[in-house]
């Protein structure tokens, strides 16, 4: 018989920039040497799901929750996608994971042992339901 594991799932509303392919080069204007930086897309997008998931975070820790939560654990993410567009699944869950560890709720996504993803097309609007389970 198969134990049950406790999970807490999460919603990010919004399309998922991709880290990979949303870069910018920039100088630094002492050496002069060229570095790659996220672009300001990717920031904007961290900065709302950030805050969005510390809003959830909080009310699962009136739940009893503890974050960041304890390892190891298996990591799903279904991804709506707003009518025909597509995107690298690849792309989405790596931003996922660095969004989840930055919101505190993953101590470090080198900890998620299982990732299922899925994504979706044809809805209204681009959401992303995470499923975070205790392994």
Do not use: W
Not at 21 to 32: E, L, P, Q
Request: proline share 2%; net charge positive; glycine share 6%.
């Amino acid at each position: 018989m198969q134990r049950l594991l406790p999970q807490i799932t999460l919603t990010l509303t919004g399309r998922v920039i991709s880290k990979k392919n949303s870069k910018r080069i920039v100088s630094n204007y002492k050496t002069g040497r060229a570095f790659l930086i996220s672009s300001k897309g990717y920031e904007a997008f961290k900065d709302d799901a950030v805050a969005d998931l510390t809003a959830q975070m909080y009310k699962l820790k009136v739940q009893g929750h503890r974050f960041p939560l304890a390892t190891p654990y298996v990591l799903k993410c279904t991804f709506a996608l707003k009518g025909k567009s597509t995107t690298d699944l690849d792309n989405m869950i790596s931003s996922v994971c660095d969004i989840l560890q930055d919101a505190g709720i993953i101590e470090d996504d080198k900890d998620i042992i299982e990732i299922q993803a899925g994504k979706i097309q044809g809805h209204t609007d681009y959401t992303t339901q995470i499923t975070i389970a205790y392994a």
